[in-house]
């Protein structure tokens, strides 16, 4: 499917306070459906600051606005968001297994009923889309890093989000795991019209995988094609005497 075009999540002037410390100022940014956006940036920079903003989770100034297809505002002017966090604290030993979770995050019915075997087929069928099928019966505690992260992008996008928003994680995902991780949005950008904005930490997936690029440091330092944030001053002074975190 090709991008719709529109700038489909408008963020203006965002400010974030917290203990006297600005966090982020004057964040504006408009990001296309169909794209992905990769915000990248040093460790401290404001990034899951900013998706916290974005998902209602901090209070902000400033604005958030989402129209869904043709510019028109989404259906009751919320868009649907999926998320996955960068991390979960799971107890390696819970009893909970991918379908409790799948069940309990889209609400399809009471968890203490029995089974259903239509329920079962269509996690199934969706998770087969995130290479997780047989994930369905598994104990969530025992997931690697790589399988968890794929879970977790499965149940986002259960039902299909207008925006999905990703915090990737910086440990616990090997480097195969991470390249599988881009293949699956990839497939995601390329059959759904949905904004995709993620955080991440390794340069090589963001110069291969996003459309667009924001460079964070309490503000918008850059923001444009890899290639162009890339070869910025502010790219370099970021990324060339610290790692990226
Ligand atoms: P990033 O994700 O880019 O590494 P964060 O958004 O997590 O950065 O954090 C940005 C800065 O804000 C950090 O210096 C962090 O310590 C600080 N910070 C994050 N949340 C809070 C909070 N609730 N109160 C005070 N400081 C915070
Ligand atoms: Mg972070």
Known sequence: MS???LHCLKISNIGVQADGKTLLQDVSLHVHCGQL???IGRNGAGKSTLLKAILGEVSY???????????TPVQGGKPRIGYVPQALSIDCHTPASVYDMLLSLTGAYPAFFPKRRKMVEKFRTHLARFRAAELLDQPIGRLSG????????AAATL????LLVLDEPVSGVDHSGLAELYELLDALKEHEDMVILIVSHDLTYVREHADKVVLLDKTVQAFGTPEAVFATEAFHSAFMGGGAK
């Open 61 to 71: 100034t400033g604005s958030v606005e989402f129209s869904g297809h043709n510019g």
């Open 159 to 162: 039902p299909t989000p207008d």
């Open 146 to 153: 790589g399988e968890l992260q794929r879970v977790l992008l």
């Open 3 to 5: 991008s719709c075009g």
């Open 37 to 39: 956006t990769a915000i």
